[in-house]
């Protein structure tokens, strides 16, 4: 059966439609939230990203031109991947050496000294740089204490041991980055120890060093002393390889 309404009842039912229609334009959702007490949650076409500022905002990209310096190049520097990086990464900021002078400038330690202890690549280059003889490879402080041989201390750092998010920071900001790696630049399993008269430290014979010059999502560029510029590799690969090889990484700011 029909109900009567009252004349004052219809003036409430107006009043109420009119607030109701009111709240359309000031967030009718948020009068459906206090009425029912449930969430609206808008479709992800309606949904606005929020504008990043300025100190939030991340570079997901970057891709540097810096000149590719090879080792094998006359006069090559057969077991000189570490130096010819750091050449690379000193010449692109405006430093002019070349990689045999940096090579002759540089600390060096007997592949065996005569207690049959292994040469510290944390002291110098292990053996002969050249070839010759036999030789290994050279680790971050040296590198760290030649760069700042060539500039200052406020310009040049060493990123040893930080995240690799210190890496991608650097490139970002139109810094190159020297870095250990493996010759794959994935994870080796040839790891051994060596007993040195400062201790024992692991080594491998897929040591190598190269200079980080771009990276995005998925990879990371480098240039490679072996001969390739901007050499595409994973990153996920590359992070992995440098983690295991004591995630060591110096850079040389360049001065703008």
């Given at each position: 059966?029909?109900?009567?309404?009252?004349?004052?009842?219809?003036?409430?039912?107006?009043i109420a439609t009119s607030v109701l229609l009111l709240t359309v334009g000031f967030g009718t959702s948020r009068l459906w939230q206090t009425i029912t007490g449930k969430e609206i949650v808008a479709p992800e076409s309606q949904k606005t990203a929020t504008k990043p500022t300025a100190d939030t905002v991340v570079i997901n990209a970057t891709q540097l031109d810096v000149p590719l310096i090879e080792q094998m190049e006359e006069p090559?520097?057969?077991?000189?991947?570490?130096i010819t990086s750091l050449a690379m990464m000193l010449n692109y900021a405006d430093i002019s050496v070349t990689k045999n002078e940096l090579?002759?400038?540089?600390?060096?330690v007997d592949y065996l000294d005569a207690n049959g202890n292994y040469g510290d690549p944390n002291d110098g280059f292990v053996g002969d740089i050249y070839g010759v003889s036999i030789g290994y490879s050279v680790y971050h402080s040296p590198i760290y204490e030649l760069a700042k041989n060539y500039t200052n201390e406020e310009t040049v750092s060493d990123l040893t041991g930080k995240d690799f998010s210190k890496i991608t920071e650097q490139v970002a900001a139109g810094n190159p980055v020297w870095v250990i790696t493996t010759v794959p630049m994935a994870p080796t399993n040839d790891m051994e120890e060596w007993q040195t008269k400062n201790g024992t430290i692991s080594i491998s014979w897929n040591v190598h060093s190269v200079l980080v010059t771009g990276f995005d999502s998925d990879s990371i560029y480098v240039n490679d002393p072996y001969g390739e510029k901007n050499k595409q590799v994973d990153r996920a690969d590359f992070e992995a390889a440098w983690t295991q090889m004591g995630s060591q990484a110096v850079v040389v700011q360049k001065e703008r």
């Open positions: 059966m029909k109900k009567n309404v009252s004349p004052r009842g219809k003036r409430n039912r107006l090559s520097l057969f077991n000189g991947c570490e090579a002759e400038a540089f600390p060096t």
